[in-house]
């Protein structure tokens, strides 16, 4: 089956630093990428979806120049956290679509677990 | 608006059947799916359905009825590794999933 790998898979960061998240597809071709968070003990949240070459476009209540994302080639989307704060420690979880399949599934990256201190 | 409801929780018996329900209003529908998630991991795919009926797969079967906008996730034979939360989402008219709140599923021996 197709791969999305997510890049670090943990990272720890200071107050008002910057995080970048890498997600790549792996085997496939991904049009469109998306990126989710979770807080604990809650569903996936969508934060924006992008598709290859064009601004990504993002869900209500999230900001787009603190989540800045970029979607510059078919098999990679980064997701950089602006001046982290700790209420942004979350868990972040990227996922691709093959657009060439049957059905469209959204394939998951295993997740960046992200703590702010 | 667009909704999806599952249960929040339910607990099952090692080696029982469990079935978790899944109702839906979305705008349009493209197919709904099933994920399994375990504590700290991301969300792995179960099932896919898009026309009436069951769906099986191994241990696991999946329903649905789309002119009752719902849908059944069905577990035999339950294994403590079943231990997990269940999402059901629906894709609308713009193929984007609508995620429900999960159900946690609890094995006990």
């Known amino acids: 089956g197709a791969v999305v790998s997510q890049h670090p898979s943990w990272v720890i960061c200071k107050s008002g630093t910057s995080v970048k998240i890498e997600c790549r597809s792996l085997?496939?071709?991904?049009?469109?990428m998306f990126w989710y968070r979770q807080f604990p003990k809650q569903s996936l949240m969508l934060m924006a979806t992008?598709?290859?070459?064009?601004?990504?476009?993002?869900e209500q209540g999230v900001e787009k120049d603190k989540f800045l994302i970029n979607h510059a080639s078919l098999t990679l989307s980064t997701l950089t956290v602006t001046s982290a704060h700790p209420e942004d420690s979350s868990f972040y979880i990227c996922?691709?679509?093959?657009?060439?399949?049957?059905?469209?599934?959204?394939?998951f990256g295993p997740g960046t677990r992200l703590t702010v201190t | 608006g667009q909704n999806i409801d599952q249960p929040t929780e339910m607990t099952a018996t090692e080696g029982a059947i469990v079935q978790i329900n899944c109702t839906y209003q979305t705008s349009g529908f493209n197919g709904l799916f099933w994920y399994q998630q375990h504590a700290g991991e991301a969300p792995t795919f179960l099932s896919y359905?898009?026309l009436d009926g069951l769906e099986e797969k191994g241990r696991f079967s999946s329903f649905l009825s789309r002119s009752k906008g719902y849908s059944y996730l069905l577990l035999k034979e339950l294994q403590m590794k079943d231990s997990a939360s269940y999402l059901c989402a629906v894709r609308d008219s713009n193929y984007q999933l609508i995620w429900g709140a999960g159900t946690k599923l609890i094995i006990k021996p």
């Open positions: 359905n898009v």
């Open positions: 996922s691709a679509r093959d657009g060439t399949g049957d059905h469209y599934e959204q394939y």
């Open positions: 085997d496939f071709q991904a049009t469109t």
């Open positions: 992008s598709n290859e070459g064009s601004k990504a476009t993002y």
